[in-house]
């Protein structure tokens, strides 16, 4: 009996970890967003995310006292044309912890930039192609004990 509710918690572990890496649209604002808090104990977890964003070639970087952000960019084939999906990754630091926020999503092909709140037709398609790589994304910007010869 233990063995099936350790399991049936794992699973429902594992689903709820999932679930909650996708966008969602942000009512105040009106862009779609993903955002997470993470409690750390880092002290120097500012620092470390100043270095990540150059060495995932993150464009734009801003620092302030409270805050870093940058343009990334990943890019996707759509019936073999390349689009480039670009995003304004923001980390916000407070005492023990910071908010990690990804916003601002431009699909850019031959024709220009196209923001996805913009998008009337296949806006849905697009979002469930961004919320697929979202997790690998999010992973590559907190992996911050990356040493740059290994990347």
Do not use: C
């Not at 233990?2 to 679930?19: D, E, Q, W």
Request: no cysteine; aromatic share 8%; glycine share 4%.
């Amino acid at each position: 009996m233990k063995k099936k509710n350790v399991l049936m918690l794992v699973l429902l572990g594992i689903s709820l970890a999932s679930f909650s890496q996708k966008l969602s649209l942000n009512e105040s604002t009106n862009f779609y967003e993903f955002s997470k808090i993470v409690k750390t104990n880092d002290g120097k977890i500012k620092e470390k995310f100043i270095k990540r964003f150059k060495q995932i070639n993150l464009e734009d970087i801003e620092s302030s006292e409270k805050s870093i952000k940058g343009t990334g960019v990943t890019s996707h084939l759509a019936s073999g044309i390349p689009i480039a999906i670009m995003y304004l990754v923001k980390v916000d630091f407070k005492e023990k912890k910071y908010k990690l926020t990804l916003t601002n999503f431009l699909l850019e092909d031959q024709r220009g930039k196209h923001p996805l709140e913009g998008m009337r037709s296949y806006k849905k398609r697009w979002i469930k192609k961004i919320n697929k790589k979202l997790p690998e994304i999010i992973s590559n910007i907190e992996n911050l004990n990356t040493k740059e010869e290994e990347w």
